[in-house]
């Protein structure tokens, strides 16, 4: 009889480097091959993301269940809360009737040669029109409702990580 076993942190670390790398490529795909233009959140999302990978490589490095591997962990699960919530505002736009829905903003390219950089990121963060949009769907989920699950995931990846139970301790 064969007994299932869960894939060690490492492994699971690993496995949300690489989802991340998935996600951003077929973003960059949907982005250069279909033409779907990013919108603020999704911008955002993509740098979360990014976010995301490096806290899981941060903790891939440490030690199992030492204090270093935690704090990634820990930056893993805030940082993947961060992006779950932007894609949840997101898919709030994208749920508003038409009159409710805020009028775009400017273009990315044109806010960075404009405004100064803490005036862009409120910006960025609060969505548009354009964020309303839904460019792009599959299996009735637009693509911020896919990036919450995967935040979401990768969230509970990371709490899984940051609660570990504390090494047990040496006897001199």
Do not use: N
Not at 20 to 34: I, K, P, W
Not at 111 to 125: G, N, Y
Not at 151 to 161: E, K
Request: neutral net charge.
């Amino acid at each position: 009889m064969t007994t299932l076993s869960w894939p060690s942190r490492r492994h699971s670390y690993q496995g949300v480097v690489a989802a991340c790398g998935t996600l951003l490529a077929f973003g960059l795909y949907l982005e250069h091959q279909l033409g779907l233009e990013p919108c603020p959140l999704c911008i955002v999302q993509r740098l979360l993301f990014l976010l995301v990978a490096a806290a899981a490589i941060g903790a891939t490095w440490r030690e199992p269940d030492s204090v270093g591997e935690r704090c990634w962990a820990s930056a893993l699960a805030f940082s993947a809360s961060l992006g779950a919530a932007t894609a949840m505002r997101q898919l709030w736009l994208q749920h508003l009737p038409p009159e409710q829905v805020p009028p775009c903003a400017p273009g990315l390219d044109y806010m960075l040669e404009v405004l100064p950089l803490r005036d862009i990121l409120p910006l960025l963060l609060a969505g548009d029109g354009s964020c309303a949009d839904v460019q792009w769907s599959w299996l009735g989920l637009s693509i911020p409702g896919w990036s919450l699950l995967a935040f979401a995931s990768f969230a509970l990846c990371g709490i899984a990580g940051a609660l570990r139970l504390a090494p047990k301790a040496r006897s001199v």
